[in-house]
């Protein structure tokens, strides 16, 4: 099935995707590791069913050299001994932070705590914009189908230099 919608066409829509892209570069400029930010973006993801953001965040993980196994395990991240205990506290802030109308109370204070323990005021800054950043973009792709399988690394990117 093709998208319903361009919205890389449209003169709008690609206003405000380049305004959206350069949000992003101030997380991706912060002090958050960049393996932090794929694994949170993939995994919030994976929870909205966004194919081309699966698609996306894990082809510029693997660029990035995240390994196979770590790709692999983020939908089961309790199940698994592959990633820091700060890797897991972003995580659960993560589901937690995207799963807003399935919980009553949001982000958890054990959640929350755990976050604080591992980042920094800039790093906790960028983790929570991380996770209000890429429910957005999963909200724009899924209301347009935009379909995952595509992607390829650096794209996105270098459609806004």
Known sequence: MDARFNLFENEVAAKF?????NTGMVIAQSPLPKSTQELVSLRASQINGCGWCID??????AAAGEA????????AWRESTVFTE???AALALAEEGTRLADASTGVSD???????KHYDDDQVAALV???????????LAVIVHQRGGSYEPGMFAAAFD
């Open 17 to 21: 995707a380049k305004r959206f892209a």
């Open 86 to 88: 700060a890797e897991r």
């Open 56 to 61: 996306m965040h894990t082809k510029e993980a």
């Open 68 to 75: 196979a196994v770590r790709l692999h395990l983020v939908a």
């Open 110 to 116: 054990e959640t929350w705590e755990l976050v604080r």
């Open 129 to 139: 914009c991380q996770v209000a950043l890429i429910n957005a973009a999963n909200r």
